[in-house]
């Protein structure tokens, strides 16, 4: 098992900026990406950013540029700085891991945080 912890989210005027923090724990030596979804109200969870163990990244459109997803594999922490927030951006973030383990990928999610941006 995985689990995620982060912090980080709040309430930001449009065009400020937050730093979002996730921490793993447990069987963490398998996680071969980590990353951050989110989910407005009403609307179905998104990939924001991944990042993968042999380096590759990939953002949503919506974010490229904006949003810089980074990675301390000593501490076993994934960050998401997010600059030049869009009221649009405001929903609920959640921290993602996945594991390969016998051939099968699993998906693990931390609790999820807020971050709302107001106009």
């Known amino acids: 098992q995985v689990q995620l912890v982060e912090s980080g989210g709040g309430l930001v005027q449009a065009g400020g900026s937050l730093r979002l923090s996730c921490a793993a724990s447990?069987?963490?030596?398998?996680?071969?990406?980590m990353g951050w979804y989110r989910q407005a109200p009403g609307k179905q969870r998104e990939l924001v950013a991944v990042i993968f163990s042999g380096g590759p990244i990939n953002y949503a459109d919506s974010v490229q540029g904006r949003f810089t997803i980074s990675r301390d594999n000593a501490k076993n922490w994934v960050y998401l700085q997010m600059s030049s927030l869009k009221p649009e951006d405001t929903a609920v973030y959640y921290c993602n891991a996945r594991r390969v383990l016998s051939g099968s990928l699993y998906f693990y999610w931390g609790q999820g945080t807020q971050v709302t941006v107001s106009s």
């Open positions: 447990g069987s963490i030596s398998s996680i071969n990406a």
